[in-house]
């Protein structure tokens, strides 16, 4: 589906997002200010207009103006930098692929929104053209970023054609990393339906060491950070800042021999972030996959993973949950079981490690599980 129209107000791409939600194969699409947007059907690539004006969709107020050079796709994206500048919202319209069992999106579809928010951050800022995240400097010097901890906590799954608005922000932490957040809420009520976190490393992209951030890219990221501490996560207690200790051989559950396929590697040619999600997943048992939903999940990134390594992946329950699962997002608009399930969370530890050699680690891994709710 292509717009073939000329530059239109944000409040029409809003529109245009909702009409197609309900009717994506309508003639035309009325804005609230009765303006006709037209959609057809094509597989030819649209005429460029003379002039293409750039914008980024802000969530109040005018669309601010990106930094970067005009480019056709800025026409149909629903995101742009927020006011102040220092953080990024984007919207995201769940395609039917991005489904799973559980008719909504899986964890690795909301992973994957979280990557995309990100390097479009980087790029409405100006800094990057090639999908890795990267400031001017860092590709002078060779620099990329490389993940340490992810840690996603989805308190309700979107489902098939919901609008999905995520924000993201990044600060520097420390000698040699940063720290990126996000906030994820359901467009259409408000609601925080999920938060996110991660730490970053330097990367020298040829020697593969890890080095200093230096003055020039922190500066470049201070100027689209918030000039103050902000965390998706402010309290304490919240399981993102938890060690995760290590699973041995006696592990309850494994899944053996996982070969990265050559769709799992990414630019950088080393297998996407997101996949090691699916390789964690592979190892547990279907009766709590059919049976409960993902709640929150933390893992560490400790060592790269190549084209040729074969991954086994082991799992072991948890019995140290007491009621950490339950209290985390006390106050957050989220869905969880009730009190006095006793049976509502299940915790469990994860390790992926290399099948060969010395069978070293590439992953550590936490899942907390919450009991289904009945179907409406």
């Given at each position: ?5 000329g530059?239109f ?18 003639s035309?699409i ?6 006709a ?8 690539r649209p005429?460029?207009?003379d ?15 990106s930094s ?22 984007e ?42 995240s990267?400031?001017?400097t ?17 308190y ?10 995520i ?45 200093k ?7 470049e990221?201070?100027?689209?950070s ?16 938890k ?13 053996l ?12 040619r ?5 996949t ?13 996959i ?81 009991k ?5």
């Amino acid at each position: 589906m292509l717009l073939t129209t000329g530059v239109f107000p944000a409040s029409d791409i809003a529109a245009a997002a909702w009409s197609r939600r309900s009717c994506p194969f309508s003639s035309s699409i009325i804005s609230p200010h009765s303006k006709a947007v037209a959609w057809r059907c094509s597989l030819s690539r649209p005429k460029k207009p003379d002039s293409l004006p750039v914008i980024s969709v802000a969530t109040t107020g005018e669309p601010k103006r990106s930094s970067h050079e005009p480019r056709v796709a800025d026409e149909f994206k629903f995101g742009g930098l927020t006011e102040d500048g220092l953080s990024y919202k984007e919207k995201f319209i769940v395609r039917s692929y991005e489904v799973g069992i559980n008719k909504t999106v899986t964890i690795q579809t909301i992973a994957n929104f979280l990557q995309e928010v990100s390097c479009n951050h980087f790029l409405s800022a100006g800094y990057t053209t090639d999908g890795f995240s990267t400031t001017l400097t860092m590709r002078k010097v060779n620099l990329i970023w490389v993940t340490s901890r992810m840690h996603i906590e989805v308190y309700k799954y979107p489902a098939w054609n919901d609008v999905v608005e995520i924000e993201t922000w990044c600060q520097c932490e420390g000698r040699i990393g940063a720290r990126r957040d996000w906030i994820l809420r359901d467009y259409s009520t408000g609601e925080v339906i999920g938060r996110a976190t991660s730490k970053w490393l330097m990367m020298n992209q040829e020697t593969r060491r890890f080095q200093k951030v230096i003055d020039d890219v922190r500066d470049e990221i201070v100027k689209y950070s918030p000039k103050s501490l902000r965390l998706a996560f402010p309290e304490e207690n919240n399981a993102c800042h938890k060690k995760i200790g290590k699973v041995d051989d006696t592990a309850q559950y494994s899944k053996l021999g996982l070969a990265p396929r050559r769709d799992d590697l990414d630019m950088n040619r080393h297998v996407n972030n997101v996949t090691y999600i699916g390789w964690v997943l592979e190892s547990m048992p279907s009766e709590i996959i059919y049976n409960y939903e993902l709640q929150s999940l933390t893992l560490d990134y400790r060592r790269e993973c190549l084209h040729d390594d074969i991954i086994d992946s082991l799992t072991s329950p948890e019995s140290d949950m007491s009621d950490e699962a339950g209290s985390e997002h006390q106050g957050i608009n989220g869905r969880t079981p009730s009190a006095d399930d006793d049976n509502g969370f299940l915790q469990f530890r994860h390790l992926l490690r290399l099948s060969s050699g010395d069978g070293s680690e590439t992953n550590r891994g936490r899942t907390i599980w919450r009991k289904k709710l009945p179907a409406n």
